[in-house]
């Protein structure tokens, strides 16, 4: 039986520079001379992981965090943000002057034209901080905002908004999808879609995003750069990021 393998990007496939460690390219392309199905899950839109995947020869992937999925460059699963509650998201984070970043899979916006919090968490992704176009969301769908907050700020809007799910992912920025949604319910589409049984699929990641996915597949895998509650999850724990943990762990699963 053939097997598919997730990646996370951001401490996993990319070290703490942002960067593609050359033992890592390396791996993943003995995974796909394999014929092991590679595919990526992340939190990160599309359209912030083109070059990765040209660089990796990558089609399929999870992109925000389970609620846009693409097998072979087609769609087959969109998952977006309620539009009335997005509206009521936008006015209440007014109300308490935190910033919000819309997203969609192609682009991104910011209901404010400047934030030091969108400046250095997107910096941190080596991304500017968005144009301004509080409006975005008006004619299209939304997969993932951005909230920008200090630690614990978050608390207010998870007591208020149920039908949202916020997880943090850098000391000043929160993600928000929709309330169910996760990567392991975007990597549940993508393997209804080929008829894989879950024995056969393995996720690396070392995020608090990855938890589920890493107890839904298989076989998850904790990266040793991992935050160590997402390390309780994990199947097997590897190597640092900056360490080559994706070689070292592909080589432990005796998958290359």
């Known amino acids: 039986m053939k097997k598919i393998v997730f990646f996370d990007i951001d401490g996993t496939l990319l070290d703490h520079d942002k960067k593609l460690p050359a033992k890592t390219k390396e791996a993943i392309q003995l995974l796909k001379r394999s014929e092991t199905f590679v595919a990526i899950a992340t939190g990160r839109a599309p359209f912030m992981f083109e070059s990765l995947r040209k660089e990796l020869d990558i089609d399929s992937f999870v992109s925000f965090n389970g609620q846009y999925v693409v097998f072979e460059n087609e769609v087959i699963y969109k998952n977006p943000l309620d539009h009335n509650e997005l509206n009521r998201l936008i006015s209440f984070s007014k109300s308490n002057n935190h910033p919000i970043v819309l997203m969609n899979e192609k682009t991104m916006k910011a209901t404010v034209s400047h934030h030091d919090f969108i400046k250095e968490s997107m910096a941190s992704l080596k991304f500017a901080h968005p144009e301004k ?28 908004f149920n039908n949202f799910l916020f997880l943090r992912w850098h000391p000043l920025s929160t993600d928000v999808i929709p309330m169910g949604g996760s990567k392991a319910e975007g990597i549940s589409k993508m393997i209804e879609r080929l008829g894989f049984e879950l024995k056969d699929v393995y996720a690396f990641g ?8 890493i107890k839904t597949v298989g076989t998850g895998v904790a990266l040793g750069n991992a935050k160590e509650e997402v390390k309780k999850h994990a199947d097997l724990i590897t190597k640092d990021v900056g360490e080559d943990g994706i070689w070292y762990g592909l080589k432990e699963l005796d998958l290359i």
Do not use: H, P, T, V
């Open 133 to 160: 176009d509080e409006d975005f969301y008006l004619d299209r769908d939304i997969y993932q905002s951005l909230l920008f907050c200090k630690e614990g700020e978050e608390n207010k809007y998870i007591d208020e």
């Open 206 to 213: 070392d995020g608090l995003n990855d938890i589920e996915m």
